[in-house]
């Protein structure tokens, strides 16, 4: 059976992950199942070139995410669980409170209460008590927590380079590689060795 994958975005700042996402899982063997938020949609229209249109052109199912009946509900659905793409700190409380007011919290609980891979790129800075509870309570729950802190060891030219170690390393929590970013590597470990055994030398 081809994988499925649910993909949720919230109205945070950072749709163009979300996008990217799509685009590179288009052509492969996974099925996308995409529920987007009304604020999502304006925040895509305010952040990228892209329209919401595109956007769900990209996926290869689309939820209304009123309704609360749909597929991704339901547990006997099976997917191979679900990515929050960004999370806003509204959607993560909804999630970690399962406070289930919309179809894409309704899935995310879903995915929870199967033990599948449930993946939430929360997107909020600095955090305050109440996010960090709220993070800690979902990843108790189960959740993978797993923010966009980008690395730098690649030494990225551009967004683009970001956004698809990113987007590459949330992909690995669901067994999905692409090969669009470069992981640390044997040899990039051995020059980090060799630069600690000279600095030994040094001291």
């Given at each position: 059976?081809?994988?499925?994958?649910?993909?949720?975005?919230?109205?945070?700042?950072?749709?163009?992950?979300?996008?990217?996402?799509?685009?590179?899982?288009?052509?492969?063997?996974?099925?996308?199942?995409?529920?987007?938020?009304n604020a999502a949609e304006k925040t895509i229209l305010l952040e990228t070139d892209r329209s919401v249109e595109y956007v769900k052109n990209m996926a290869d199912v689309v939820y209304d995410n009123e309704n609360v009946g749909a597929a991704i509900a339901s547990g006997s659905f099976d997917t191979i669980g679900m990515v929050v793409i960004?999370?806003?700190?509204?959607?993560?409380?909804?999630?970690?409170?399962?406070f289930s007011v919309n179809l894409l919290i309704r899935a995310a609980d879903v995915v929870l209460k199967e033990?599948?891979?449930?993946?939430?790129?929360?997107?909020?800075?600095?955090?305050?008590?109440?996010?960090?509870?709220?993070?800690?309570?979902?990843?108790?729950?189960?959740?993978?927590?797993?923010?966009?802190?980008?690395?730098?060891?690649?030494?990225?030219?551009?967004?683009?380079?970001i956004l698809n170690q990113t987007v590459g390393r949330m992909?690995?929590?669901?067994?999905?590689n692409l090969n669009i970013f470069e992981g640390w590597s044997k040899e990039d470990g051995e020059r980090a060795h060799k630069l600690l055994e000279e600095e030994r030398k040094q001291k």
């Amino acid at each position: 059976m081809q994988k499925r994958l649910v993909i949720g975005i919230s109205g945070a700042t950072g749709s163009v992950y979300a996008i990217r996402m799509l685009e590179v899982l288009k052509d492969t063997d996974v099925e996308t199942h995409l529920v987007i938020s009304n604020a999502a949609e304006k925040t895509i229209l305010l952040e990228t070139d892209r329209s919401v249109e595109y956007v769900k052109n990209m996926a290869d199912v689309v939820y209304d995410n009123e309704n609360v009946g749909a597929a991704i509900a339901s547990g006997s659905f099976d997917t191979i669980g679900m990515v929050v793409i960004p999370c806003s700190i509204k959607t993560l409380s909804g999630i970690a409170n399962s406070f289930s007011v919309n179809l894409l919290i309704r899935a995310a609980d879903v995915v929870l209460k199967e033990n599948r891979t449930l993946a939430l790129m929360v997107r909020e800075t600095p955090f305050h008590k109440g996010h960090l509870r709220l993070m800690l309570q979902a990843a108790e729950m189960g959740a993978i927590i797993a923010n966009p802190v980008p690395s730098f060891y690649k030494k990225p030219k551009t967004i683009d380079d970001i956004l698809n170690q990113t987007v590459g390393r949330m992909l690995n929590f669901f067994d999905i590689n692409l090969n669009i970013f470069e992981g640390w590597s044997k040899e990039d470990g051995e020059r980090a060795h060799k630069l600690l055994e000279e600095e030994r030398k040094q001291k």
